[in-house]
């Protein structure tokens, strides 16, 4: 008898899996793991539960585990725990021959579904019918799907991640006389402001509008153009909890992801990508007090990394699609190994989307 898996029709994980406890199937993965030896390399990213990081060979941010992926030359399989566009990217950038498994297709990324295909083509018409096509340069994001990517692989353009943002919207710029920004806007205007860009030289594009709800003006006049798109794990921290946390916490450091809104980051004493977080814990002085704007996984593995340190959450918010990987579906990819959960992505997407990636990781 099998018991149909939540978020998967169609993949079951059979009922013997599902009734182990949480220290047998731990237990078994390792034994799983050590028999396969160099045959599987297991990925993580830094939202993923605790439980899934204690596994990983390797844990890092978008950027690193997309390095890892492309450079990893023993392992056939690679295993990854995160969500959906992390393990396409390692699929289209590992080598020849190597099968990327991700432990549950339905944790996507709600932000990287914001610009689909259809609509990013429809904006890109539009815009080039006020303007040269070839002055623009289209970046997209990593958390963006697979046809995203390569249709900025098509025109020239690139990816980024929000380790790279800054450096991939220079180069950018120093190409074409704008940038078209995809999905998330966000990542987009902190990067901006990083780089100095007026407010007036960056537009919103909402493709429910016409011109993205821009005048022709406008759209000349700007350098950056930013898709409507957001996280809501990140936009959901405010300038409120920011002053809060000043308060309870007098002295306090406070770092925030590049997801966040402007004025988060404004307000904040530091930004950057989960990998940048990492580091600022490890660096600071033992006795410091730090106060994080991210995903609360990544915030609570922290605190109880650092307990020389005091390390708090800026409010509680969680990634529930990271949160769908668990130990009993990454216990049932690695038991089928190569047979489910293989990730796939047509040759021709796998093509140009490569070449936007290959791109970024030459720039930064
Ligand atoms: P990083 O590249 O900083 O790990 O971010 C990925 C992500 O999805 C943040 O929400
Ligand atoms: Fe996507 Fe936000 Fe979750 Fe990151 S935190 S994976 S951007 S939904």
Redesign the pocket.
Known sequence: MTRLALHKPGFAIPDRVLRLSEHAITKQIRALRQSLGEQVVLLAHH?QRPEIVALADYRGDSLELSRIAAQEHQAKHIVFCG?RFMAESAAILCQLRRLVMHPDFAAG????DMASLGRVEQAWGELAEVCDPSSVMPVTYI?STADIKAFCGQRGGCICTSSNAKAVLSWALEHRAKVFFFPDQHLGRNTANALGIQAKQQILWDPRQPLGGNTKTQIARAKVILWKGH????TFFTPDHVEQARRIHPGCRIVVHP?CTEEVVKSADANGSTGFIVRYAQDAPPGSCIVIGT?INLIARLAREHPDKRIYELARSL?P??YKINLYNLYWTMCELGKVNVITVTDDIKKDARIALARMLEIA
């Not at 990324?109 to 990287?112: K, S």
């Not at 996280?231 to 990140?234: G, I, Q, R, S, T």
């Open positions: 939202y969500v990324c709600p932000l990287a958390n996280c809501h794990v990140h997801e995903e990634c699609n990271m």
